[in-house]
């Protein structure tokens, strides 16, 4: 995968991201042997998403690979809202400059829309890209759970025919709900099979995701995500994840990226990290906007149960 592409792809997962540590090579467990499978599809209800406007600044971090880029910054912009009865709707925008010695400056432009149905059954996806200005095919498509638990089919425009996944597959809100599980019921890791429709929009990961002991107060590096330690969220509990991605198969795998990020038990995430091995981008949340009212709505409707 060429680096624009991973790039792009790491950070429009990362959207839920936050503090790393370096790339893992240990694999997940397949699906059937893992020890800490996905929870089943009766997520707890008390788990409500907020309806939040982020923006993380993005520098290179220090130290660590072979430094293949010399310099990188830019700006990640995410708009989610949504609940669990009427689906999440997620708006990215992502603008990076990666400087190399041996390709000069690469200037990325990626706006993404996604919509997930509230029991994660459905998910709908539209990226377009421009790099040094010059627009890529855009990636546009839906996918489809057919059962829960069962297959998941991916279909493309322009696309001569579907894709079709074995499952259980998550989606990416239903997987961070999954995560807050894990999380609160002390699990140490998760595996999941995950499309987020990034990339080319063909690709379902493999995932591993190592938790850490919860806390509250702001994280350890208090310089950065300053919205997260004088806001709202100051005391909330949260969890350090370390979450890898892997290209689906069997055996032994290095992962392709991994995230590491402070998760918050309403799914936001601060002191974002994307370690690609070679080098490593930052993301420190600079604004943090919380539709409290939306938050509120959605836990009487969870209590209520979704009503046609």
Same mark, same amino acid.
């Given at each position: 995968?060429?680096?624009?592409?991973?790039?792009?792809?790491?950070?429009?997962?990362?959207?839920? @991201?936050?503090?790393?540590?370096?790339?893992? =090579?240990?694999?997940?467990?397949?699906?059937?042997?893992?020890?800490?499978?996905?929870?089943?599809?009766?997520?707890?209800?008390?788990?409500?998403?907020?309806?939040?406007?982020?923006?993380?600044?993005?520098?290179?971090?220090?130290?660590?690979?072979? /430094?293949?880029?010399?310099?990188?910054?830019?700006? &990640?912009? &995410?708009?989610?809202?949504? *609940?669990?009865? !009427?689906?999440?709707?997620?708006?990215? !925008?992502?603008?990076?400059?990666? #400087? #190399?010695?041996?390709? @000069?400056?690469?200037?990325?432009?990626?706006?993404?829309?996604?919509?997930?149905?509230?029991? @994660?059954?459905?998910?709908?996806?539209?990226?377009?890209?421009?790099?040094?200005?010059?627009?890529?095919?855009?990636?546009?498509?839906?996918? =489809?759970?057919?059962?829960?638990?069962?297959?998941?089919?991916?279909?493309?425009?322009?696309?001569?025919?579907?894709?079709?996944?074995?499952?259980?597959?998550?989606?990416?809100?239903?997987?961070?709900?999954?995560? &807050?599980?894990?999380?609160?019921?002390?699990?140490?890791?998760? #595996?999941?099979?995950?499309?987020?429709?990034?990339?080319?929009?063909?690709?379902?990961?493999?995932?591993?995701?190592? &938790? @850490?002991?919860?806390?509250?107060?702001?994280?350890?590096?208090?310089? !950065? *995500?300053?919205?997260?330690?004088?806001?709202?969220?100051?005391?909330?509990?949260?969890?350090?994840?370390?979450? =890898?991605?892997?290209?689906?198969?069997?055996?032994? /795998?290095?992962?392709?990226?991994?995230?590491?990020?402070?998760?918050?038990?309403?799914?936001? #995430?601060?002191?974002?990290?994307?370690?690609?091995?070679?080098?490593?981008?930052?993301?420190?949340?600079?604004?943090?906007?919380?539709?409290?009212?939306?938050?509120?709505?959605?836990?009487?409707?969870?209590?209520?149960?979704?009503?046609?």
């Amino acid at each position: 995968m060429r680096l624009s592409h991973l790039l792009t792809a790491g950070l429009l997962v990362s959207a839920w @991201g936050a503090q790393a540590a370096p790339a893992v =090579s240990e694999p997940p467990a397949p699906a059937a042997k893992a020890e800490a499978p996905a929870p089943a599809p009766g997520i707890a209800q008390d788990i409500v998403l907020a309806n939040h406007r982020a923006v993380y600044d993005l520098s290179l971090a220090e130290g660590g690979g072979t /430094r293949s880029v010399e310099s990188a910054r830019g700006r &990640i912009v &995410i708009d989610f809202r949504g *609940d669990a009865c !009427r689906g999440y709707t997620m708006l990215t !925008r992502q603008v990076t400059e990666l #400087s #190399s010695g041996e390709s @000069g400056p690469r200037l990325s432009d990626m706006r993404s829309t996604t919509f997930e149905g509230g029991k @994660g059954r459905e998910f709908r996806f539209k990226t377009t890209t421009l790099t040094n200005n010059q627009p890529a095919a855009p990636v546009d498509g839906t996918a =489809s759970e057919q059962g829960p638990g069962e297959s998941v089919t991916v279909k493309l425009k322009g696309a001569a025919k579907p894709l079709t996944v074995e499952g259980p597959v998550l989606f990416p809100s239903e997987h961070m709900r999954h995560l &807050i599980e894990a999380a609160r019921a002390g699990q140490a890791t998760l #595996s999941a099979k995950v499309f987020d429709g990034s990339d080319d929009g063909k690709k379902v990961y493999d995932t591993f995701a190592v &938790i @850490g002991h919860a806390g509250t107060g702001p994280a350890s590096d208090t310089a !950065r *995500d300053k919205p997260l330690r004088e806001g709202p969220l100051a005391g909330m509990p949260h969890w350090p994840v370390r979450l =890898s991605y892997y290209t689906a198969g069997a055996g032994e /795998r290095t992962p392709i990226y991994t995230l590491g990020f402070d998760l918050y038990e309403n799914g936001v #995430s601060g002191a974002l990290k994307l370690d690609y091995g070679e080098f490593a981008i930052l993301g420190d949340m600079v604004a943090l906007d919380i539709d409290a009212q939306a938050g509120k709505t959605a836990a009487k409707e969870g209590d209520k149960g979704c009503t046609p």
